[in-house]
């Protein structure tokens, strides 16, 4: 079985669109050429779906059930692999193997399972307060030393750690509160970076509460604390996407999320001195990401990871996929305030992907007419030989 360029998108959005409404099987007719709307339908339970495989399934057409989301997964995959800026797809087509797909699928998806157990059996013995700690990226902080100070039963009390990122110290400084109840819980922390040849900076981040709101009919927990290397990010002039909260203490049931892209603007500081943010919206950071040429756009998984390290506000490294095939290192970052991607070299020299793709697009059809006026002159010289030649007949 294939899959034709042209189908992948629409096989997305459609299985996609099945899988909101809460179908979550398909059939397809393992006799079909290619898998397409035609090959298929979606379910919500299994027992229509396996009486539909059973009333379609003859001598020439099988009729299997599988789980829709690997297949969706791979349609996504698959609409990555054919959306190549620049080069025409129409017609073309790929294997599409089902089986394997769904194979591959359970096995990712135990080896996942796998990692969470090991990584649950890491926490399960840490205390509630090193357990926020190591959530919010600080599980650097020595459990044994704040274990030592909890032990000490003061009220509030100070942990640190330092981190290095390529030439910059991040130091933290961790400030914990016990309750009422007794129990520690982190209230706040001080991010300073240090950098040669540069001023400290400092900036103070408070650890958010978790908080219910209402998406539709339903209650959701949101919680958006900015982890320590997203402080970070945003210390070094890059945004972070959050899903944020409006509150309304009087009326909890009223409290809604928002997403935007927060940026620290280092012109503004409030009474205490810490340096003001800004809500950033727009960005959409898939669809951009999309629209480039990258090796990673190739793999869905990969493609999602790349936008989600992105939204962090990391500096994510990639390969740019040239005409010819060929691959070089780049550099990403996402710029909510100007609603793009900034592409940088390996040296860290700002680069236009688009400019490049064009570049390589206007060298492409340069050379084609070249081709063609090659030919051309191929024809004219070879014309009076021809003519020559019959009149020496006659």
């Known amino acids: 079985m294939r899959i034709r360029a042209e189908d992948t998108g629409g096989l997305a959005s459609y299985l996609e669109a099945r899988r909101q409404e809460g179908r979550y099987l398909l059939s397809y007719d393992t006799g079909s050429e290619y898998f397409d709307l035609l090959a298929i339908r979606t379910f919500d339970n299994e027992f229509d779906a396996l009486m539909e495989s059973y009333e379609k399934t003859t001598g020439d057409h099988y009729t299997k059930v599988v789980p829709l989301e690997p297949v969706l997964n791979a349609l996504n995959n698959m609409e990555m692999a054919f959306a190549i800026p620049g080069v025409e797809q129409h017609g073309k087509t790929l294997p599409f193997n089902v089986g394997q797909i769904i194979s591959d699928y359970n096995y990712k998806q135990d080896l996942k399972k796998i990692v969470m157990e090991i990584e649950n059996e890491k926490v399960e013995d840490l205390s509630p307060l090193a357990k926020t700690l190591k959530y919010s990226g600080m599980g650097k902080v020595s459990n ?112 809604r999320k928002y997403e935007a892209w927060e940026y620290i603007d280092f012109t503004k500081t409030d009474a205490q001195g810490n340096f003001k943010t800004e809500k950033v919206y727009g960005l959409d950071v898939e669809q951009k990401v999309k629209a480039l040429s990258l090796a990673e756009n190739v793999d869905y998984e990969n493609f999602q990871r790349l936008c989600e390290s992105l939204k962090r506000g990391n500096i994510q490294s990639a390969k740019y996929v040239a005409l010819n095939g060929t691959q070089e290192q780049v550099y990403l970052v996402a710029n909510a305030r100007f609603n793009t991607i900034n592409a940088y070299d390996k040296d860290m020299r700002p680069i236009s992907l688009h400019e490049k793709r064009k570049m390589e697009l206007d060298a492409l059809e340069h050379h084609k007419q070249d081709q063609k006026e090659g030919q051309k002159n191929e024809v004219k010289q070879d014309a009076p030989e021809e003519k020559k030649s019959r009149g020496i007949r006659a």
């Open 144 to 255: 044994d030393e704040l274990e030592m100070k909890m032990a000490e039963g003061q009220d509030i009390f100070t942990i640190g750690f330092q981190q290095e990122f390529k030439g910059v110290t991040a130091e933290a400084v961790i400030n914990c509160t016990r309750s009422k109840s007794g129990m520690y819980y982190p209230d706040n922390y001080d991010i300073i970076l240090r950098e040669q040849d540069k001023e400290d900076l400092k900036r103070n981040y408070r650890f958010s509460r978790m908080v219910t709101v209402i998406t539709g009919e339903k209650e959701e927990k949101i919680n958006p604390t900015i982890t320590f290397k997203e402080a970070f990010n945003q210390m070094q002039g890059r945004g972070v996407f959050k899903t944020f909260a409006f509150v309304d203490y009087k009326e909890p049931k009223n409290n």
